[in-house]
């Protein structure tokens, strides 16, 4: 077997030991090729004759602007991210070339690789097949216009030409095949508005796609890959972690989840950072829940710091991702990405598992099975302030109180809903602490076999 080495110089040794210990429970790919990390002898790399180097070096000080960011710019200023003027968290792309169809779907798992995707809108004009996109981070939005500005999609065709947009956030009124907001499960998906069907070539001036024998079949590859083929070597970056496999699904733009219009693409999710003398994989299930219906969850045996969460699909995956990417639990920031993994493996008869692998395919606990739940339209980031549901006549305000106080928690104010006693708000000392209480309260039997449901508010007390 042939090896290829390469050398990766980190700003720091700390950030050489994250690296190492992130990948280590989990080895990254690329183009479906294992990567193996390891510390080196060397102490510093000379790089200043190599081809190609000043372009490298851009991406590498972008790549170096979004770590130091992070997601803490979301929505700040653009000025005080230190971006130039002009550019902003939103992409105006162009397609030129336009031999196969691009899809919404296709636009997405490339683009998601650069950081947090929120929203895409898709449209035709001048005759030219067009999107905006909008990043959670106008950081984000330099690198991949950096990295992606010229590049084909497909060889030889589809190429993208990418600029920032004078808008500085999108409106989606609808979530269907021309239009996505992913922070927005419950939006319609606007009776009577055309979907971008592959079928209907008309729609991207290109009849002869439709004889096309390369049109959903499996070996329709894409040319973008991690490294480019074009010659720059694009670090990985925080959701960067593997290849681009543009999926058969996403390219023929089928959508393959009924009810909701969700991606096809990854739905597990590595989760690190935890605090491993606190965190349950029934905890992960109640919390990750709030976002969509986790199917699996499995904590790390020999590093309980990491677990792989598998929600329904891929929209409630990117869902819990954005909003709880960086919330503390058990006084530990968490980390959320992508996985490589497209499913959980549960053990094997016989295998050593401690209880910390879980499926929860069947739980009665899932929020939203069925179409049109108002589950969909109560999903809002995490905040201090917990709504309470299905609470039994015979308890009091004190009980409650002193339920959630018997957490650890802070209790800053209580109502009752005036109309409904049956519901109330609940508001905490912090976020992290309604964090804690609702992954250990939720589902709490209040006897009268009524069982507490908690999830997060937009109100304040």
């Given at each position: 077997?042939?090896?290829?080495?390469?050398?990766?110089?980190?700003?720091?040794?700390?950030?050489?030991?994250?690296?190492?210990?992130?990948?280590?429970?989990?080895?990254?790919?690329?183009?479906?090729?294992?990567?193996?990390?390891?510390?080196?002898?060397?102490?510093?790399?000379?790089?200043?004759?190599?081809?190609?180097?000043?372009?490298?070096?851009?991406?590498?000080?972008?790549?170096?602007?979004?770590?130091?960011?992070?997601?803490?710019?979301?929505?700040?200023?653009?000025?005080?991210?230190?971006?130039?003027?002009?550019?902003?968290?939103?992409?105006?792309?162009?397609?030129?070339?336009?031999?196969?169809?691009?899809?919404?779907?296709?636009?997405?798992?490339?683009?998601?690789?650069?950081?947090?995707?929120?929203?895409?809108?898709?449209?035709?004009?001048?005759?030219?097949?067009?999107?905006?996109?909008?990043?959670?981070?106008?950081?984000?939005?330099?690198?991949?216009?950096?990295?992606?500005?010229?590049?084909?999609?497909?060889?030889?065709?589809?190429?993208?030409?990418?600029?920032?947009?004078?808008?500085?956030s999108l409106n989606v009124k609808y979530n269907n095949d021309k239009s996505r907001d992913f922070?927005?499960?419950?939006?319609?998906?606007?009776?009577?508005?055309?979907?971008?069907?592959?079928?209907?070539?008309?729609?991207?001036?290109?009849?002869?796609?439709?004889?096309?024998?390369?049109?959903?079949?499996?070996?329709?590859?894409?040319?973008?890959?991690?490294?480019?083929?074009?010659?720059?070597?694009?670090?990985?970056?925080?959701?960067?972690?593997?290849?681009?496999?543009?999926?058969?699904?996403?390219?023929?733009?089928?959508?393959?989840?009924?009810?909701?219009?969700?991606?096809?693409?990854?739905?597990?999710?590595?989760?690190?950072?935890?605090?491993?003398?606190?965190?349950?994989?029934?905890?992960?299930?109640?919390?990750?829940?709030?976002?969509?219906?986790?199917?699996?969850?499995?904590?790390?045996?020999?590093?309980?710091?990491?677990?792989?969460?598998?929600?329904?699909?891929?929209?409630?995956?990117?869902?819990?991702?954005?909003?709880?990417?960086?919330?503390?639990?058990?006084?530990?920031?968490?980390?959320?990405?992508?996985?490589?993994?497209?499913?959980?493996?549960?053990?094997?008869?016989?295998?050593?598992?401690?209880?910390?692998?879980?499926?929860?395919?069947?739980?009665?606990?899932?929020?939203?099975?069925?179409?049109?739940?108002?589950?969909?339209?109560?999903?809002?980031?995490?905040?201090?302030?917990?709504?309470?549901?299905?609470?039994?006549?015979?308890?009091?305000?004190?009980?409650?109180?002193?339920?959630?106080?018997?957490?650890?928690?802070?209790?800053?104010?209580?109502?009752?809903?005036?109309?409904?006693?049956?519901?109330?708000?609940?508001?905490?000392?912090?976020?992290?602490?309604?964090?804690?209480?609702?992954?250990?309260?939720?589902?709490?039997?209040?006897?009268?076999?009524?069982?507490?449901?908690?999830?997060?508010?937009?109100?304040?007390?």
């Amino acid at each position: 077997m042939h090896y290829i080495f390469a050398f990766l110089e980190m700003a720091s040794e700390e950030a050489a030991v994250t690296m190492v210990n992130y990948y280590t429970p989990v080895t990254p790919h690329l183009r479906s090729q294992p990567v193996y990390i390891q510390y080196s002898n060397h102490r510093e790399l000379k790089t200043d004759n190599l081809p190609n180097h000043s372009r490298t070096q851009a991406a590498l000080q972008a790549v170096n602007a979004v770590q130091s960011g992070g997601m803490a710019l979301t929505g700040a200023p653009i000025t005080e991210s230190g971006l130039p003027p002009g550019q902003s968290s939103v992409l105006r792309i162009i397609v030129e070339n336009l031999f196969y169809p691009v899809t919404l779907e296709v636009l997405y798992q490339i683009f998601c690789k650069f950081g947090t995707v929120l929203k895409i809108i898709t449209f035709t004009k001048n005759n030219q097949f067009q999107a905006l996109l909008q990043y959670a981070d106008p950081l984000n939005a330099q690198y991949a216009k950096m990295a992606l500005d010229g590049q084909n999609i497909y060889n030889a065709c589809c190429t993208l030409r990418i600029d920032f947009s004078k808008l500085t956030s999108l409106n989606v009124k609808y979530n269907n095949d021309k239009s996505r907001d992913f922070t927005r499960l419950d939006l319609p998906s606007g009776d009577g508005q055309p979907s971008l069907d592959p079928t209907m070539a008309a729609a991207f001036g290109t009849p002869s796609i439709i004889s096309s024998p390369y049109a959903g079949a499996a070996g329709f590859a894409p040319a973008i890959g991690f490294p480019q083929a074009a010659g720059l070597s694009i670090p990985a970056v925080p959701s960067a972690l593997g290849p681009l496999a543009i999926s058969t699904s996403a390219m023929t733009g089928r959508m393959a989840l009924p009810g909701v219009t969700g991606l096809p693409g990854n739905s597990v999710l590595l989760v690190s950072n935890l605090n491993p003398d606190a965190i349950t994989p029934d905890g992960l299930f109640i919390l990750f829940g709030v976002y969509g219906d986790v199917h699996r969850v499995k904590i790390m045996f020999n590093k309980k710091e990491n677990a792989l969460v598998q929600m329904a699909d891929a929209t409630q995956a990117q869902l819990a991702m954005n909003h709880l990417n960086g919330q503390k639990l058990f006084g530990k920031a968490l980390r959320i990405t992508l996985s490589k993994h497209q499913t959980v493996q549960l053990p094997r008869e016989g295998q050593e598992d401690q209880g910390l692998t879980k499926d929860y395919g069947n739980s009665p606990l899932h929020r939203f099975k069925k179409p049109g739940s108002k589950n969909f339209q109560n999903i809002f980031p995490p905040s201090a302030t917990l709504h309470l549901s299905n609470i039994p006549p015979s308890i009091t305000v004190d009980d409650l109180k002193n339920l959630f106080a018997g957490t650890g928690c802070i209790v800053k104010a209580f109502k009752f809903f005036p109309k409904d006693r049956k519901m109330a708000l609940i508001q905490l000392g912090t976020v992290e602490e309604a964090i804690q209480a609702l992954t250990e309260l939720h589902n709490h039997d209040l006897g009268e076999n009524h069982h507490l449901r908690v999830s997060f508010s937009k109100s304040t007390i």
